[in-house]
């Protein structure tokens, strides 16, 4: 049977088997699509994602990639329906451009040579970025976002296989919402959404997923300060939470949260009363 679509969602006839019975229902499936993402023509990577939201997704994953710098730098985004995926043709400043070329050219270059495996690992660990302060958030308010998390997550509801990454305002409602099959990628989704003109920036984000090495990665080069996750924090993403001024708080559900680095943005008590606060 062809399953392949760029809808969202796929309904599948399912058999449930439930204590020795079954009985015939209706399943909804998340779809994830192949999505290239093309540099000036020259194709860069290829990932599975969500088929919504791609145009968001480009931006994002292009400025926290740090191919550009800021948006000004990408000129242009096409997207082009195939049976096999998405092509994102993105059209960068030649400056960027030649940048991205000769990060491809060092990595090919290392190929062949005993090397090349801590070659990559160093390619994989981007220059730390510290980012600003100045922004504040009092904690009493995460339970405002907690409370409404469902209801941002309508994907979620139906398939149980997305992530979602969600701005905060200082009031701690939910200001935009992004869903993915990939955590990063949802993250991408939410970064390319409020770098455009005219967009509300978040005062602080809220992951669904763990917040990883790679997640707060992304936080960094996007400047968010305040980094909330609902499930746990790796020691590679404290290790570089740490070092890039990021306030980072894990566990974020049930009443609790574990505040890991920077506490100095979160203001309405104690770190003793952290977990009564949500």
């Not at 000036?40 to 994953?61: C, K, R, W, Y």
């Not at 080069?221 to 590679?236: H, K, P, Y």
């Given at each position: 049977m062809y399953y392949y679509s760029h809808d969202v969602v796929t309904e599948k006839q399912v058999t449930l088997m439930e204590q020795g019975q079954t009985s015939e229902l209706t399943d909804y499936l998340a779809n994830e699509v192949r999505v290239a993402l093309v540099y000036n023509g020259i194709a860069h990577t290829v990932m599975l994602a969500s088929p919504q939201d791609l145009e968001a997704f480009a931006i994002g994953f292009t400025l926290s990639e740090r191919i550009v710098r800021n948006i000004n730098e990408i000129k242009g985004i096409e997207l082009e329906y195939t049976e096999e995926g998405v092509?994102?043709?993105?059209?960068?400043?030649?400056?960027c451009f030649m940048e991205l070329k000769q990060q491809r050219r060092n990595m090919a270059g290392r190929t062949g040579c005993g090397l090349c495996g801590v070659a990559q690992l160093e390619?994989?660990?981007?220059?730390?970025?510290?980012?600003?302060?100045?922004?504040?958030?009092?904690?009493?308010?995460?339970?405002?976002?907690?409370?409404?998390?469902?209801?941002?997550?309508?994907?979620?509801?139906?398939?149980?296989?997305?992530?979602?990454?969600?701005?905060?305002?200082?009031?701690?409602?939910?200001?935009?919402?992004?869903?993915?099959?990939?955590?990063?990628?949802?993250?991408?989704?939410?970064?390319?959404?409020?770098?455009?003109?005219?967009?509300?920036?978040?005062?602080?984000?809220?992951?669904?997923?763990?917040?990883?090495?790679?997640?707060?990665?992304?936080?960094?080069?996007?400047?968010?300060?305040?980094?909330?996750?609902?499930?746990?924090?790796?020691?590679?993403?404290?290790?570089?939470?740490?070092?890039?001024?990021?306030?980072l708080v894990g566990f974020c559900r049930n009443g609790r949260a574990t505040l890991y680095t920077h506490g100095h943005r979160l203001t309405g008590l104690s770190r003793a009363g952290l977990a009564k606060a949500i």
């Amino acid at each position: 049977m062809y399953y392949y679509s760029h809808d969202v969602v796929t309904e599948k006839q399912v058999t449930l088997m439930e204590q020795g019975q079954t009985s015939e229902l209706t399943d909804y499936l998340a779809n994830e699509v192949r999505v290239a993402l093309v540099y000036n023509g020259i194709a860069h990577t290829v990932m599975l994602a969500s088929p919504q939201d791609l145009e968001a997704f480009a931006i994002g994953f292009t400025l926290s990639e740090r191919i550009v710098r800021n948006i000004n730098e990408i000129k242009g985004i096409e997207l082009e329906y195939t049976e096999e995926g998405v092509l994102v043709q993105i059209e960068i400043t030649q400056r960027c451009f030649m940048e991205l070329k000769q990060q491809r050219r060092n990595m090919a270059g290392r190929t062949g040579c005993g090397l090349c495996g801590v070659a990559q690992l160093e390619e994989a660990v981007k220059p730390v970025i510290r980012v600003d302060d100045g922004a504040e958030f009092n904690i009493n308010n995460l339970k405002v976002a907690l409370n409404f998390v469902k209801d941002n997550q309508q994907h979620f509801k139906l398939t149980g296989a997305t992530h979602a990454a969600m701005g905060l305002n200082n009031d701690g409602h939910i200001i935009d919402a992004y869903e993915d099959i990939g955590r990063h990628i949802a993250l991408d989704k939410l970064i390319g959404a409020f770098s455009q003109k005219h967009a509300e920036r978040p005062i602080a984000v809220l992951l669904t997923s763990r917040a990883s090495f790679e997640m707060v990665q992304k936080a960094a080069s996007a400047n968010i300060q305040i980094l909330f996750a609902m499930s746990a924090v790796t020691s590679l993403a404290l290790e570089l939470a740490e070092k890039s001024n990021i306030t980072l708080v894990g566990f974020c559900r049930n009443g609790r949260a574990t505040l890991y680095t920077h506490g100095h943005r979160l203001t309405g008590l104690s770190r003793a009363g952290l977990a009564k606060a949500i």
